[in-house]
């Protein structure tokens, strides 16, 4: 029996010995797989060669070369870091002979990335809002500083356009907008930027979400939401595709502790290019607006017009001789299209206006005690303060 309790023991210790060396021998590939970020179609096809997998075909936004290297190298060259100035003054201690002096302070920092070769750049408002010309900074990839100049900014979509000179009369390198109808879910995205001051940090993500435009933080919104860690000082920095081409402009985050949880923001390319060429022509947006304050339709606020709680728009307030009040809209009426496109929700209506001119005529469809009725009306140019009226209370929206 002893002979016999050897044999046993010894056949189990070899047994766990060589569990043991087949463990520490696959232990060190895990390091290596996870740094793939994303494998190219020819590992891919080598890997279906070995376990005989049929795998499906490459994705078009597969990262090209060695991961996302060549797109960040792409990309790199054209983003900047702006940082703002304050003027503090600070009173000598002189008790007989005060005077005042004034410094200027580091105030803050963002990020920009440069959309035209003769030194504009698009960065967010919030970066640059509350200073003047002389106030902005912009740091290129090379450490070269120069003072930037302040073009005009779009508070509704939270961007801004400021412009620098090359020191040699030459060209600064550039980023394309991507086609945003090649924008899709799952694919990847990579934020440059420089978070809490950690210039030019790369992060990378995929696309969550795209059209998010319930969020909450900016009049015009038309978000693609991203897992990118994005933290403060990304603000205007580039989110990119693996091809190295801009799919949004990081605008916001989501966060209880003002870090970022897998929750970020960044404004459509379509209103990133939009906005940037306008401010670069003009200097200014004129947005157009209707005149009410509205939102999507609940049972007890549709109740009496009878409108679907799902669809439309319910009118909760108008503003005198505005648009809305020239068309005879008033409280309680539900809009349920404008220009023939049905209405899904506030937002919806509010993008399809903020895509219009002032001035220009529309034609509403809306609903009034169960009955539905049309009325025509000519958007005018929204008032000075109007980016100001995001209320507090969560349903209602300025429109």
């Known amino acids: 029996m002893k002979t016999l309790y050897q044999i046993l023991l010894a056949a189990l210790t070899g047994a766990c010995a060589a569990g043991l060396v087949l463990k520490t021998t696959e232990d060190p590939s895990a390091p290596a797989i996870q740094q793939v970020v994303q494998p190219t179609a020819v590992n891919m096809m080598n890997s279906a060669a070995n ?22 190298n792409k990309a790199m060259p054209a983003v900047v870091c702006v940082s703002i100035q304050k003027v503090v003054g600070l009173r000598d201690r002189n008790f007989f002979n005060p ?13 920009g990335f440069f ?19 002389g106030s902005v900074l912009v740091t290129d990839k090379n450490g070269h500083e120069y003072q930037a100049e302040i073009i005009g900014a779009d508070p509704a979509s939270d961007l801004a356009v400021i412009k620098v000179k090359h020191p040699d009369g030459g060209t600064f390198p550039t980023l394309a907008f991507a086609d945003p109808s090649s924008i899709a879910i799952g694919q990847w995205a990579i934020a440059i930027g420089a978070p ?36 403060p000082g990304n603000s205007g920095g580039p989110l990119l595709n693996a091809n190295g081409d801009v799919i949004g402009v990081n605008d916001c985050i989501l966060t209880p502790n003002q870090g970022s949880i897998g929750i970020s923001f960044a404004v459509s390319p379509e209103i990133a290019k939009s906005v940037a060429e306008k401010l670069i022509a ?45 068309a005879g809209l008033r409280r ?28 220009s005529k529309i034609k ?14 000519e958007l005018s140019a929204a008032p000075g303060n109007w980016f100001r009226m995001i209320p507090s209370i969560d349903y209602a929206i300025p429109l």
């Open 51 to 72: 376990t005989g997998a049929n795998l499906p075909q490459a994705v078009s936004n597969a990262a090209p070369g060695n991961g996302f290297t060549a797109a960040i």
């Open 99 to 111: 005077t005042m002096r004034y410094y200027k302070v580091p105030a803050g920092i963002g990020s």
């Open 115 to 133: 959309v035209r070769g003769d030194g504009y750049i698009l960065t967010n408002n919030h970066v640059i809002s509350g200073v003047g010309n």
């Open 196 to 231: 809490f001051e950690l210039e030019y940090s790369v992060t990378a993500g995929i696309v969550s979400s795209v059209r998010r435009s319930s969020v909450g933080v900016n009049i015009y919104e038309n978000y693609i939401q991203t897992d990118a860690s994005v933290n």
């Open 282 to 326: 003009d200097g200014h947006i004129d947005r157009p607006w209707l005149g009410i304050m509205g939102n999507q339709p609940t049972a007890l606020r549709s109740a009496a017009s009878g409108a679907s709680p799902e669809k439309g728009v319910t009118i909760l307030d108008s503003f005198r001789d505005s648009p809305a009040d020239k």
């Open 332 to 359: 309680g009426d539900v809009i349920v299209s404008i220009n023939g496109t049905e209405l899904d929700g506030a937002h919806e209506l509010r993008n399809l206006i903020l895509d219009m001119e002032p001035g």
């Open 364 to 377: 509403l469809g809306f609903r009034r005690n169960n009955l539905l009725r049309e009325c025509e009306t």
